[in-house]
Structure formats: structure tokens, C-alpha cells
């Protein structure tokens, strides 16, 4: 059993998608369980992330960064960094953004070098990139070719119904499985 916290901020409900996958896919791991915060309610669940046993990070990925409410969120852990409560905790992350690079990588950086400061241990994606002579997907995991962590893709036109594609929300439950998965090992492990 493992207790996973996906945090996340959500600008137009695109990224909102992908943590609602990234959840679906912790909760598919038998006896794990995932509670959705997303940075707006933060000041009232510092405790349940405090608790959590893994934490799983996720922002859109605005003009090639982490948008400005979840900088703020990271920031705001200056508050009980000495204390160190994250240490040897799961972390991973997700991003999103209107273009299929967009610079996500470096949102993924930052999410991981934030995690190293709190002393976390990073996870990433245990999915071989996609592979298309075409340019058509068919349904194949990451797409976007991430190692670092999920990444996903939205057409700016599309409402949060239609995008991101199947492919991408698959990818980010396979993120969330893989966490949960291993949390619970690192639990077991530790007993």
C-alpha cells in the first residue's frame, strides 16, 4: 500500500487532465490510494504531503517554464525546508503544453532539481519513447519521448475533453502506476 499526493496547478484544465491520470493510475496499483491538491488549496494539506509517501509534482509548461502559481508553491516550501519532511519520499512530475516540444524539459528539470533540494528520491518514466515513420502514433505510450517524466501535448483550440490525446493521459497513469508501485516497495523495504 502506498499514499501518493499529486500537487499540481492547472492554468485552462488541459494539465488538471493529466493529474486525474497520473491518479487513476496510482489507484490502480492494488492498495494504493491518491488525493488531488492542486497549488490553490496547498495551505490547508501541508500535513496530508507531509504524510504522503511519495509526491508527484505537475504544472503546464509556460514560455519554456513551470508556470508562475507553481514556482510560487515551490517556493512557499522554504517555510519547512531545514526540517527536511519530504526526505526519502517518491517524487516525480508531469507537464503540459499547447506545442509538442515547448520546452517541457526544462519544466521537468526544475521539478527535479526541487526534489533533490528536499531530499527526495526522483523517478522517472519506464516507457521507451514512441516510434513512428510516419508521424501517426496509433495509440503508442510517450509519444513526446520523455525519459524524465510524463509529458503531454494539448492543441491550444481543444477544450480539456479532447486534449491531450489518449496517448498522453496513458502515459501519465503509467507514471502514476510506476510511483505507487514503487512506494510501496520502498515501504516494505524500510519495515
Known amino acids: 500500500m502506498s499514499n501518493v499526493v499529486v500537487v499540481y496547478h492547472s492554468g485552462y484544465g488541459h494539465t488538471r487532465v493529466i493529474a486525474e491520470a497520473v491518479a487513476q493510475g496510482v489507484e490502480r496499483h492494488r492498495g494504493s490510494t491518491c488525493l488531488l491538491i492542486s497549488v490553490e488549496d496547498v495551505d490547508q494539506q501541508w500535513e496530508r504531503l507531509h504524510a504522503a509517501d511519495a509526491i508527484i ?4 509548461t509556460y514560455m519554456g517554464s513551470a508556470s508562475a502559481r507553481f514556482k510560487a508553491f515551490m517556493e512557499s516550501t522554504a517555510t519547512f525546508y531545514l526540517a527536511q519532511p519530504w526526505h526519502d519520499k517518491i517524487a516525480a512530475g508531469f507537464t503540459n503544453s499547447g506545442c509538442l516540444c515547448g520546452d517541457k524539459l ?3 528539470l526544475q521539478m527535479a532539481v526541487f526534489a533533490a533540494q528536499h531530499s527526495m528520491i526522483w523517478v522517472g518514466l519506464d516507457v521507451l519513447p514512441a516510434r513512428s515513420g510516419s508521424g501517426q502514433f496509433d495509440g503508442q505510450l510517450n509519444r513526446l519521448g520523455s525519459s524524465l517524466g510524463a509529458m503531454a501535448q494539448s492543441n491550444v483550440e481543444q477544450s480539456p475533453e479532447d486534449a491531450p490525446p489518449a496517448e498522453d493521459r496513458c502515459t ?3 507514471l502514476g502506476e510506476r510511483v505507487a508501485r514503487l512506494a510501496q516497495r520502498m515501504g516494505s ?3
Open 106 to 108: 526544462n519544466t521537468l
Open 57 to 60: 509534482f505537475g504544472a503546464p
Open 172 to 174: 501519465a497513469a503509467l
Open 189 to 191: 523495504a524500510s519495515v
